[in-house]
Protein backbone atom coordinates (compact mmCIF):
# COMPACT_ATOMS: atom_id res chain seq x y z
CA UNK A 1 0.00 0.00 0.00
CA UNK A 2 3.20 2.47 0.37
CA UNK A 3 3.26 2.84 -3.09
CA UNK A 4 -0.23 3.42 -3.73
CA UNK A 5 0.11 5.90 -0.63
CA UNK A 6 3.40 7.23 -2.74
CA UNK A 7 1.81 8.02 -5.95
CA UNK A 8 -0.92 9.28 -4.67
CA UNK A 9 0.96 12.21 -2.70
CA UNK A 10 2.88 12.90 -6.24
CA UNK A 11 -0.21 13.51 -7.97
CA UNK A 12 -1.85 15.51 -4.93
CA UNK A 13 1.19 18.09 -4.46
CA UNK A 14 0.37 18.20 -8.50
CA UNK A 15 -2.96 18.83 -8.00
CA UNK A 16 -1.95 21.76 -5.34
CA UNK A 17 0.79 23.24 -7.43
CA UNK A 18 -1.30 23.67 -10.44
CA UNK A 19 -4.18 25.07 -8.30
CA UNK A 20 -2.16 27.57 -6.33
CA UNK A 21 -0.80 28.37 -10.53
CA UNK A 22 -4.11 29.08 -11.72
CA UNK A 23 -5.19 31.00 -8.28
CA UNK A 24 -1.75 33.41 -8.83
CA UNK A 25 -2.61 33.64 -12.75
CA UNK A 26 -6.14 34.68 -11.92
CA UNK A 27 -5.35 37.29 -9.33
CA UNK A 28 -3.26 38.85 -11.98
CA UNK A 29 -5.30 38.71 -15.06
CA UNK A 30 -8.27 39.94 -12.74
CA UNK A 31 -7.35 41.72 -9.86
CA UNK A 32 -10.88 43.46 -9.77
CA UNK A 33 -12.03 39.73 -9.10
CA UNK A 34 -9.19 38.25 -6.85
CA UNK A 35 -9.79 35.09 -5.17
CA UNK A 36 -10.84 35.15 -1.55
CA UNK A 37 -7.85 35.73 0.98
CA UNK A 38 -9.14 32.43 3.02
CA UNK A 39 -8.20 30.39 -0.16
CA UNK A 40 -4.61 29.24 1.16
CA UNK A 41 -6.65 28.03 4.07
CA UNK A 42 -8.80 26.11 2.28
CA UNK A 43 -6.14 24.72 0.15
CA UNK A 44 -3.93 23.30 3.40
CA UNK A 45 -7.50 22.54 5.23
CA UNK A 46 -8.16 19.90 1.77
CA UNK A 47 -5.09 18.63 1.52
CA UNK A 48 -4.36 17.49 5.48
CA UNK A 49 -8.04 16.29 5.28
CA UNK A 50 -7.79 14.41 2.30
CA UNK A 51 -4.24 12.87 2.72
CA UNK A 52 -5.82 11.40 6.42
CA UNK A 53 -8.78 10.17 4.71
CA UNK A 54 -6.81 8.54 1.82
CA UNK A 55 -4.18 6.79 4.64
CA UNK A 56 -7.25 5.45 6.45
CA UNK A 57 -9.13 4.24 3.33
CA UNK A 58 -5.85 2.74 1.98
CA UNK A 59 -5.39 0.80 5.47
CA UNK A 60 -8.80 -0.28 5.26
CA UNK A 61 -8.37 -1.96 1.59
CA UNK A 62 -6.00 -4.42 3.46
CA UNK A 63 -8.74 -6.27 5.04
CA UNK A 64 -11.90 -7.16 3.99
CA UNK A 65 -13.93 -5.80 1.18
CA UNK A 66 -17.17 -4.89 3.35
CA UNK A 67 -14.73 -3.45 5.82
CA UNK A 68 -13.32 -0.99 3.18
CA UNK A 69 -17.28 -0.49 1.83
CA UNK A 70 -18.23 0.44 5.34
CA UNK A 71 -15.19 2.76 5.86
CA UNK A 72 -15.65 4.32 2.89
CA UNK A 73 -18.89 5.34 3.57
CA UNK A 74 -18.47 6.45 7.18
CA UNK A 75 -15.50 8.65 6.09
CA UNK A 76 -17.25 10.20 3.17
CA UNK A 77 -19.99 11.05 5.74
CA UNK A 78 -17.85 12.46 8.35
CA UNK A 79 -15.87 14.69 5.54
CA UNK A 80 -19.25 16.00 4.32
CA UNK A 81 -20.30 16.79 7.89
CA UNK A 82 -16.65 18.14 8.92
CA UNK A 83 -16.79 20.48 6.07
CA UNK A 84 -20.42 21.56 6.57
CA UNK A 85 -19.53 22.78 10.13
CA UNK A 86 -16.22 24.45 8.95
CA UNK A 87 -17.94 26.27 5.70
CA UNK A 88 -20.36 26.88 8.05
CA UNK A 89 -18.22 28.55 11.07
CA UNK A 90 -17.04 30.33 8.28
CA UNK A 91 -19.60 32.20 6.96
CA UNK A 92 -20.76 33.12 10.46
CA UNK A 93 -17.53 34.46 11.95
CA UNK A 94 -16.36 36.29 8.46
CA UNK A 95 -18.23 39.73 8.25
CA UNK A 96 -17.37 40.58 5.12
CA UNK A 97 -18.02 38.92 1.44
CA UNK A 98 -19.70 35.84 2.17
CA UNK A 99 -19.81 34.38 -1.79
CA UNK A 100 -16.23 35.05 -1.81
CA UNK A 101 -15.68 32.72 0.89
CA UNK A 102 -18.34 29.83 0.05
CA UNK A 103 -17.76 29.84 -4.23
CA UNK A 104 -13.97 28.67 -3.35
CA UNK A 105 -14.80 26.14 -0.44
CA UNK A 106 -17.51 24.48 -2.69
CA UNK A 107 -14.68 24.34 -5.68
CA UNK A 108 -12.01 23.14 -3.86
CA UNK A 109 -14.58 20.51 -2.11
CA UNK A 110 -15.68 19.40 -5.74
CA UNK A 111 -12.41 19.40 -6.75
CA UNK A 112 -10.71 17.46 -4.18
CA UNK A 113 -13.44 14.93 -3.90
CA UNK A 114 -13.21 14.07 -7.64
CA UNK A 115 -9.66 13.50 -7.19
CA UNK A 116 -9.94 11.27 -3.99
CA UNK A 117 -12.44 9.30 -5.72
CA UNK A 118 -10.69 8.98 -9.03
CA UNK A 119 -7.59 7.87 -7.06
CA UNK A 120 -9.12 5.39 -4.98
CA UNK A 121 -11.25 3.73 -7.84
CA UNK A 122 -8.17 3.45 -9.86
CA UNK A 123 -6.59 1.22 -6.67
CA UNK A 124 -9.05 -1.08 -5.83
CA UNK A 125 -9.50 -1.30 -9.47
CA UNK A 126 -5.77 -3.03 -9.94
CA UNK A 127 -6.59 -5.33 -6.84
CA UNK A 128 -6.92 -8.73 -7.65
CA UNK A 129 -10.03 -10.99 -6.57
CA UNK A 130 -7.84 -13.27 -6.08
CA UNK A 131 -6.41 -11.60 -2.82
CA UNK A 132 -9.42 -10.57 -1.41
CA UNK A 133 -10.23 -14.56 -1.47
CA UNK A 134 -7.12 -15.85 -0.69
CA UNK A 135 -8.00 -15.85 3.22
CA UNK A 136 -10.97 -17.76 2.66
Do not use: C
Not at 38 to 45: A, G, H, K, R, V
Not at 89 to 117: G, H, Q, R
Amino acid sequence: MNRFFDAYLRKLMLLIASIIAIVLIWNSIFPQWKASPWWPFYLTFFFLITVVIHYTLLNSLKSKPQRFVGMFMAVTLGKLVLYMVALILNVIYTPFNKPSIIVPFLAFYVLFTFFEVKQLSAIVGTKKPEDSNAKN
